[in-house]
């Protein structure tokens, strides 16, 4: 429960205070948290965010969530941040000027990739511009094998041909990749050496360094991703921390208080590591709000969940199984491959600021372009002049003119209606209310689809999990996409439209280290798979104890790689060497992976290691969230508003939309215990939660709320 009245003020108001404070910057929306770690008090703040620089947005966020607790910059023990800086650089196609280097014969590496095209058949497809030009690809002669050994000596003549090159084109970073370095970066670490020396302040990016697997494309593309992220990031995480340390314009933040950044696995990392290593960013702020799904759905006993981020610009999904979210190393942004420890999620393009419109054929579509900040949905007010879903949600009474979105910004429920009238209830014929509810349905449908890739596509019957709807939009949109999948629970849980930011208070700090090593699974076997082990362990052990974790805090995950013999792409499946009997148990364990996965096995069939994954983790102390004083089955009267009416749209029944009278609720004075029908809105400082007709909402202690949904 989010709460900031005078008395709890007055019990914080102490010496030695520490507060916990955590942001994350969206592309309408800069949303923060602040946790008084003594009281347990939480509350937060909803800002508009700063596209000209988005540490103003997240200085003003932050500065506006203390001040609900009388506290200031002063009173901070943690910064926690997740951002989407280096995702947009990539969209905008606005990071640095790079340069890549490769091995003599393979200049057009990044150019002719894998050949994958998104629409098959579709002739007019046009390529997305590369990172890197091909006119600022270079090579140089030099060869290893396989196994490591030398074939070819590095030509240094060649790559220091290469650096006058650069330096002339005035390139800003470079990324480097020569074939088989993963199994001995000699070469690389020669040509970075010549490279520092010939290019002072550009920034200079091994393949080793940033991922040590095979397959060289998508190395390749990795690496050339951080180069092209490091000064973009270099520049926006030293702006961040000026303005946090700002007395003024900023918090006043000490010097030494640890700023975090979220990582897109779910960890964190240091900030000298994000500007080392921005690629892992990318992603970095929807992974904060899996993580806090995942912490607050295991306080409610809900281990299997599938969660719904809805934004203003996309709908970000993902699966959690057993308490933990699925990590993938195969994503990708923009058509980039990121070969990288990644939560797995789908984004597409459907948020509260997508736009509505009417394609050649007549057909209504949603998305994916958005309104995002600027100009922003009509109804905020700011210039914005084509409908969106946030504008659908006011025409049909989800939230009114008199709401405060965020705490302060006020809403023209009017022009809204205008537009979409103009621009899609008159050419398509219809009632502004069934314009709007179509919007809704289309919006809907798209949701539908991203949960079935993350779901039905890989073999988990969606109505086996709760869906965990939030961001601001979220909860607004969560029952009825419950009901098209047939699930029939839904879990809203405490500060929707700040989970994102609270999930940076509780992730742990996290380092990833995978290492390639290809062998058959008899002939590796247990001995020579734990000298792989011990060795990366070490490493991560290593990366623990200079973050300062303490030996009592530090975890390891371990992943083995393994496949089929003549087969592609591995499984990672988990193990445990610490256990009697760890690696014969493996290909049982494969098996049944592979057999989830994709719906067959072959227990016979001889298996082959790919490579190691361990994680070395840096637990913190976790956030004690503030728990719901117990109430009756009735609501307290204090915690109604009123009743508007309110525009269902209408099913897959066949029966019309219409407007109920709803009652509205306060979800701050709302007791554990409490339960509620639908039709209802259930409202709050950073989101909304529309309860459908048949619909039943059950308070629990921990803050969440369980609806019931009515199928």
């Known amino acids: 429960m989010i709460t900031a009245t005078l008395s709890l003020q007055e019990e914080s108001m102490k010496t030695n205070r520490n507060f916990r404070v955590a942001s994350d910057v969206g592309g309408t ?3 923060s948290i602040a946790y008084d770690a003594e009281t347990r008090v939480i509350t937060v703040s909803k800002v508009s965010t700063t596209p000209e620089n988005r540490a103003k947005g997240t200085a003003e966020g932050l500065r506006k969530a203390l001040a ?3 506290a200031t910059g002063a009173d901070v023990s943690y910064v926690g941040h997740g951002m989407t800086t280096a995702t947009n650089a990539v969209i905008q196609r606005n990071g640095a000027k790079t340069a890549f280097l490769t091995n003599k014969g393979f200049r057009d590496l990044l150019e002719i990739g894998r050949q994958n095209r998104p629409t098959l058949f579709d002739i007019s497809v046009v390529r997305p511009e590369p990172l890197v030009p091909r006119e600022l690809s270079f090579t140089a002669e030099g060869r290893l094998d396989h196994t490591g050994a030398e074939l070819i000596p590095l030509n240094e003549g060649e790559v220091r041909d290469a650096a006058r090159q650069m330096a002339a084109a005035g390139v800003e970073a470079v990324g480097i990749l020569f074939l088989h370095s993963y199994t001995n970066p000699a070469h690389e670490r020669r040509a970075s050496d010549i490279l520092k020396e010939e290019l002072p302040g550009v920034a200079i990016c091994a393949s080793t360094d940033i991922n040590s697997e095979f397959r060289e494309y998508e190395r390749a593309s990795t690496t050339v991703l951080n180069a092209y992220l490091r000064p973009v990031m270099e520049t926006y995480l030293q702006s961040l921390s000026g303005i946090l340390q700002d007395a003024e314009e900023g918090l006043g933040l000490s010097e ?8 897109a696995a779910g960890g964190l990392m240091q900030l000298d590591s994000a500007r080392e290593k921005p690629v ?4 970095s702020g929807p992974a904060g709000g899996v993580v806090a799904a995942a912490y607050v759905a295991d306080a409610a006993d809900i281990p299997d969940i599938i969660t719904m981020d809805i934004g203003g610009t996309s709908t970000d999904i993902s ?14 942004l923009e058509t980039v491959p990121i070969q990288l420890p990644v939560i797995d999620i789908n984004a597409i393009g459907a948020g509260g600021g997508s736009i509505a419109w009417i394609d050649e054929g007549g057909a209504l579509r949603v998305g994916p372009m958005s309104a995002e900040a600027v100009p922003g949905p009509v ?3 700011r210039g914005g002049d084509r409908p969106t879903v946030t504008d659908a949600n006011i025409v049909l009474g989800r939230f009114d003119g008199k709401s405060r979105l965020g705490g302060s910004m006020e809403l023209d429920a009017k022009s809204a209606a205008r537009v979409i009238e103009r621009d899609i209830a008159a050419p398509l014929g219809l009632s502004i209310e069934e314009a709007a509810a179509g919007i809704l349905r289309v919006a809907h449908a798209n949701m539908v689809r991203g949960i079935r890739v993350v779901s039905v596509e890989r073999g988990y019957d969606p109505r086996d999990f709760a869906l965990v709807p939030f961001g601001g939009a979220g909860p607004m949109h969560g029952s009825p996409v419950a009901r098209d999948l047939k699930m029939p629970k839904v879990m809203v849980p405490p500060t929707p439209g700040i989970l994102c930011a609270m999930g940076q208070l509780i992730s742990d700090l996290r380092h990833d280290l995978v290492e390639t090593h290809i062998s058959l699974f008899e002939e590796l076997g247990e001995r020579g798979a734990k000298i792989l082990i011990d060795r990366l362990s070490a490493r991560a052990e290593s990366y623990l104890i200079a973050d300062g974790v303490p030996e009592d805090r530090r ?5 083995i790689d393994l496949r089929y013999e003549g087969q592609s792409f591995a499984l990672p499946v988990p193990t445990n060497p610490a256990e009697t009997g760890w690696w014969d148990a493996l290909p049982a364990a494969f098996n049944d992976a592979h057999m989830a996965r994709f719906g067959h096995a072959d227990p016979t069939a001889p298996l082959e290691v790919v490579g190691v994954n361990v994680t070395g983790i840096g637990k913190i102390e976790k956030p004690q969230l503030p728990e719901v004083e117990a109430g009756e089955k009735t609501p307290p009267q204090n915690a109604l508003l009123g009743q508007r009416k309110i525009y269902f749209e209408p099913g897959d029944s066949g029966d019309k939309g219409a407007w109920h009278p709803s009652q509205i609720w306060a979800r701050d004075s709302l007791l554990a215990g409490n339960v509620i029908t639908g039709p209802a809105a259930i409202e709050e400082v950073s989101s909304t939660t529309i309860l459908y007709p048949g619909d039943r ?3 629990l202690a921990t803050g969440s709320v369980i609806v019931e949904v009515a199928q």
């Open 68 to 70: 609900l607790q009388g």
């Open 555 to 559: 975890a390891f995950e371990i992943k």
């Open 697 to 699: 909402a059950l308070v």
């Open 379 to 381: 109804c905020y007010g």
């Open 29 to 31: 929306f800069t949303d």
């Open 280 to 283: 892992h960013t990318v992603l």
């Open 319 to 332: 699966l959690i199984r057993n308490g933990q979210p699925e990590i993938t190393r195969s994503a990708s």
């Open 256 to 263: 030494d208080r640890p700023v975090m950044v979220m990582d």
